[in-house]
């Protein structure tokens, strides 16, 4: 293997560079890498480029290691990676004569670009599958939330009432686009190179699409310098596992804030809080300060990769087959960690729904839609009813008035001052528009908060949620075929 190479390699080497990456890859592509050899063994022989004699040897020899697992692989690093550690136990059971054989028509350029890829597509399907869970809990907050009135934040003040189930579709509805994203990554994953060779291919006729079949890829890449160089799939994935992160974060924040004793809107489970060592009356949320920690990590791989990834020739070499796909592992253990500890979360909160009821009554959150009001009944513009009742909310805090005291009288003297015209509006009208639960009910549009349009909205991204369950089913079973 070394006969072009003079000397050993250095203790370093081996220390800092083979030793560290045969390691990781020994448990993480020993199964992909048997999948590949057992396949590519089938083609040669097929093809007739190697004897059915020579491949049943090899086969059986294969099978064996395999059934003896990865942790039994006798490795040496001075081999420099798992595959000759494989293909030095492959010829320990047949010989060199008949073992050296199956790296016939290749090289372990398009090798490990085939099990990286292989590998991918299993990590992103394992997210897809634990994002349906998550999207499943956020649902049953939603639908069970719908009716659950409270205040929406802009600028973190109080903007209008909402209901927690509008809340939840929202998050949903961003999830969901994190879903696609994910979709997208893995059809631009699921191309075989297999057959690439070094960078240029091979003479010998081998049969490409068939070892893409076999291997469960949608096709062949169309070009074998593509083949091995392409690695802009984990930047592709790694972007959307960025964005799924950063959108979860966001969750926990909000979560975070309003189980503050502020805001004092939700609690979180004992099972997911932590005590301390000196306060006793202590509840800490810690789950929700590690997914946001973990969101900066994911971004970390995300910067390590592309920093990586740009200053490489478009061919093959170690920084780009070697170093580059680091970061997106770190993200992908990272991403796996954030949605199982935002389900587990989720599931143990507890709203206080009365507290988010009173807040909504008294923040002002409800008087954008007292101007609707007077724009309806008083048919003035909104710039004017905007300013009337700026003003009427300014003087009620300066008095340390409740906007519940609002009157028909109130009104009256408020927009003779500020539109030089004394508007009527009924106290009924004045009650209904603040009064938060009517408030979000009235907001009917589509896309809305009122329980009718969070419905509307639940039951399309619950479709949603269906057919990409549907699709994740489907390609657990075209790679298990």
């Known amino acids: 293997m070394r006969e072009r190479l003079k000397s050993n390699l250095s203790k370093n080497v081996i220390e800092y560079l083979f030793a560290p990456s045969i390691e990781t890859e020994q448990y993480r592509s020993f199964e992909s890498m048997m999948e590949v050899n057992r396949t590519h063994l089938t083609m040669l022989v097929s093809e007739g480029i190697i004897t059915t004699e020579a491949g049943k040897k090899i086969k059986e020899a294969l099978e064996e290691i395999k059934a003896a697992g990865p942790e039994q692989l006798e490795i040496d690093p001075n081999l420099e990676d798992l595959y000759f550690n494989i293909e030095a136990a492959l010829i320990e059971k047949v010989g060199k004569e008949i073992g050296g054989q199956l790296h016939t028509g290749r090289s372990r350029n398009d090798l490990y670009a085939t099990v990286l890829r292989m590998n991918s597509r299993n990590s992103v399907l394992e997210i897809c599958e634990l994002l349906i869970k998550l999207r499943r809990t956020l649902l049953t907050l939603a639908e069970k939330n719908k009716n659950v009135v409270m205040s929406a934040y802009t600028h973190m003040q109080p903007a209008e009432p909402i209901t927690l189930g509008h809340y939840f579709s929202a998050i949903l509805y961003a999830i969901d686009r994190d879903f696609t994203r994910l979709k997208s990554s893995f059809d631009s994953i699921n191309y075989s190179p297999l057959g690439s060779g070094a960078i240029a291919s091979t003479t010998f006729p081998i049969n490409r699409k068939q070892t893409a079949e076999q291997l469960s890829f949608t096709d062949i890449m169309g070009n074998s310098l593509d083949g091995v160089a392409s690695r802009d799939y984990i930047l592709e994935s790694l972007s959307a596992l960025n964005i799924l992160a950063n959108n979860i974060s966001r969750l926990s924040q909000d979560l975070y804030i309003w189980s503050t004793d502020e805001f004092s809107l939700v609690e979180v489970g004992d099972s997911v809080a932590a005590s301390s060592s000196i306060m006793p009356q202590k509840k800490n949320p810690i789950t929700l300060e590690h997914i946001k920690a973990k969101s900066g990590h994911v971004l970390g791989g995300l910067v390590s990769v592309t920093s990586i990834m740009k200053n490489t020739p478009y061919g093959h070499s170690r920084d780009i087959a070697g170093e580059s796909h680091k970061g997106f592992w770190d993200a992908v253990a990272e991403v796996k960690a954030i949605i199982i500890l935002m389900n587990e979360t989720l599931e143990t909160l507890t709203f206080k729904e009365e507290r988010m009821l009173t807040k909504a009554k008294n923040n002002f959150s409800t008087v954008t839609e007292l101007a609707n009001v007077l724009v309806r009944e008083a048919n003035i513009s909104f710039r004017e009813a905007h300013q009337i009742v700026g003003q009427l909310v300014s003087e009620m ?85």
């Not at 340390?400 to 009924?428: A, F």
């Open 397 to 481: 805090l300066e008095s340390d008035t409740s906007v519940t005291e609002v009157t028909p009288e109130v009104i009256r003297d408020i927009s003779y001052q500020v539109v030089g015209t004394e508007l009527v509006i009924s106290e009924n009208s004045i009650k209904k528009a603040l009064n938060p639960i009517e408030n979000a009910k009235g907001k009917n549009v589509e896309g809305g908060p009122s329980p009718s349009a969070v419905k509307s909205q639940l039951n399309t991204l619950k479709i949603k949620l269906n057919q990409d369950d549907e699709w994740l089913k489907e390609q657990y079973q075209l790679l298990t075929d």
